[in-house]
């Protein structure tokens, strides 16, 4: 089905340790977009890109570094991995940068870090 | 200050009765957008239903419709016919033009809906 594919959907990491969300789309959306969530706050915007090759900060970018090489993958890397960083994480993508295109989420993975 | 507010954390409604989930935002830009989304207890976010600042008329999409008032910058989801699979969380967010970021969708914290029987 088409649609935005995250992997995995659960993890666990020990405090320090890195890895990579990964959040795939194949409906050739030019812009993605991780967030995380967390009780209470609604979902945050970590990074997004508008492109291929482009990438920018949302909200909440600090420990997480992120790269486009294609136009259908944008992963999410966790350097050294801390408690803080425990949320569940959606990947986003929308076709383009018109007001009225909506957003289209991943199933999301919930990481918890010990 | 916040830019979307939902200020309802919990709501019930009998199943086949009609329920308005509150959103209210913040905005100085002309141009900007208002989603809903339901959350299941599954997880995944699901879109429901947009409405456009410029959009003269309330948007409609099945069972859901958006009351939007402009001027008072609310734009509260109206459910009919309550169903149990509607039990969720809802959120409501807004994508501002450019100068407000326009790459950024901004989330309220959300309404944890409960249908009864």
Wanted: charged share 15%; hydrophobic share 30%; net charge neutral.
């Amino acid at each position: 089905n088409a649609g935005v594919t995250q992997t995995p959907k659960f993890q666990v990491l020990k405090t320090g340790q890195s890895m990579t969300l990964q959040c795939a789309q194949d409906m050739n959306h030019e812009y993605m977009s991780w967030y995380r969530q967390d009780p209470g706050m609604g979902l945050r915007l970590i990074h997004y890109s508008v492109g291929a090759g482009i990438t920018d900060q949302g909200e909440v970018p600090n420990g997480y570094n992120v790269s486009r090489s294609t136009t259908e993958d944008f992963p999410l890397r966790l350097l050294s991995a801390a408690p803080s960083q425990t949320s569940v994480y959606f990947c986003a993508s929308r076709l383009g940068q018109g007001i009225n295109y909506g957003y289209t989420f991943g199933s999301g993975t919930r990481l918890t870090v010990v | 200050a916040q830019k979307i507010t939902q200020t309802q954390p919990g709501m019930f409604v009998q199943e086949k009765e009609a329920v308005t989930l509150d959103c209210t935002y913040d905005t100085s830009d002309q141009s900007y957008g208002l989603f809903w989304y339901k959350q299941p207890s599954s997880g995944e976010m699901i879109f429901l239903i947009y409405q456009g600042s410029y959009d003269e008329q309330n948007a409609t999409e099945g069972r859901y419709s958006l009351n939007f008032q402009k001027a008072r910058k609310s734009a509260n989801l109206v459910i009919s016919a309550s169903q149990l699979g509607d039990s969720a969380m809802y959120f409501c967010a807004m994508r501002e033009g450019r100068r407000g970021g326009g790459n950024k969708l901004t989330f309220g914290t959300g309404t944890q809906l409960k249908v009864e029987l």
